[in-house]
C-alpha cells in the first residue's frame, strides 16, 4: 500500500464522489495530497490532515492560483489529477451559448490552466503524471448532453495533445472515460428505472463505484503506469470497449 509514497499529489473536485475516492484511494497508497475543491465546508472536512484548497476553476486565475497554493503547501507537485467538472442537461435546441461556455470552462479549460501551472513543478523533479477526467460520454454521447459530451471529447483531445509535448519532458498525461457511476452529480437527473437500463447494458451487471475509477487514477498515477501517455482509458463495465 505505498505505491504513492513519496509523492505529491493535488486532486482537483475532490470534496466529494470520485474526486474524494482518488484523494483517499492515495493518501492510502502513501502520497501526500492536497484537496482542490469550490465547496469550501466540504473541502476543508473531506480527508483528516489533507491541505484544502478552495477555487473556482472556471476562473483561470484561480485555477493556477490553485495549484500554486497546493504546490506550497505540499512542497511541490509530483501528480495532478484534474477531476472537477459539471454535468448539464438539456436538449441540443435549447442549449445557451453561457451553458455551452460554461461546460467547457469547467471541464476543458480549467485543465490547461492546472497543467500550465502544474507542469513547472514538476520539472523540479525530472517529470510527473497527470491524469484527467474524461467520460464515455467523450467518446458515445447522448441525447441531452451535447455540451457535457463536447465538452468530454475535448478533455481526450487535450489529453493526447499534451502527452505528445510533455512526454519529452518526463511527464506522462493520460484521461479516464467512465460510464456510469452513481455519485451526487446528476442525482436529481435519474430515476430507478434509468438506473436499471444503465445497468442492463454492461456485461458485468453493475453500475461503476467511485473506488473503480479510483483504481484506474492510481495505476496511472504510479510506477505501474510509467508506460502508458496519451490514453483515454474505459472504466465502464464494457459499456464501451473502444
Known amino acids: 500500500m505505498t505505491r504513492l509514497a513519496g509523492r505529491r499529489a493535488v486532486v482537483t473536485g475532490a470534496a466529494r464522489g470520485i ?11 502513501g502520497a501526500a495530497v492536497a484537496l482542490v475543491d469550490v465547496d469550501r465546508n466540504r473541502a476543508g472536512a473531506a480527508l483528516a490532515g489533507a491541505p484544502a484548497v478552495v477555487a473556482d476553476l472556471a476562473d483561470p486565475a484561480q485555477a493556477r492560483a490553485a495549484v500554486d497554493e497546493a504546490a506550497d503547501r505540499l512542497g ?12 448539464l442537461m438539456a436538449p441540443l435546441l435549447e442549449i445557451t451559448p453561457d451553458d455551452w461556455d460554461r461546460a467547457f470552462a469547467v471541464n476543458v479549460r480549467s485543465m490547461l490552466c492546472t497543467i500550465q501551472a502544474a507542469v513547472p513543478y514538476m520539472l523540479k523533479t525530472g517529470g510527473g503524471k497527470i491524469v484527467n477526467m474524461a467520460s464515455m ?11 457535457y459530451a463536447s465538452s468530454k471529447a475535448a478533455v481526450i483531445e487535450l489529453t493526447r495533445v499534451a502527452a505528445m509535448e510533455l512526454g519529452p519532458l518526463g511527464i506522462t498525461v493520460n484521461c479516464i472515460c467512465p460510464g456510469y457511476v452513481l455519485t451526487e452529480m446528476g442525482a436529481a437527473t435519474r430515476t430507478p428505472e434509468m438506473v436499471t437500463g444503465w445497468t442492463a447494458k454492461s456485461p458485468l451487471g453493475r453500475l ?4 473503480d475509477v479510483a483504481a484506474m ?3 496511472l ?8 501517455t496519451g490514453q483515454a482509458m474505459n472504466v465502464t463495465g464494457g459499456m464501451i470497449m473502444h
Open 217 to 219: 487514477a492510481l495505476f
Open 137 to 147: 460520454g467523450g467518446k458515445v454521447g447522448s441525447p441531452g448532453q451535447a455540451h
Open 208 to 211: 461503476a463505484s467511485p473506488g
Open 76 to 87: 511541490g507537485v509530483d501528480i495532478l489529477v484534474n477531476n472537477a467538472g459539471i454535468l
Open 221 to 228: 498515477a504510479s510506477p505501474d503506469g510509467d508506460y502508458c
Open 19 to 29: 474526486g474524494y475516492a482518488i484523494a483517499r484511494r492515495f493518501t492510502d497508497e
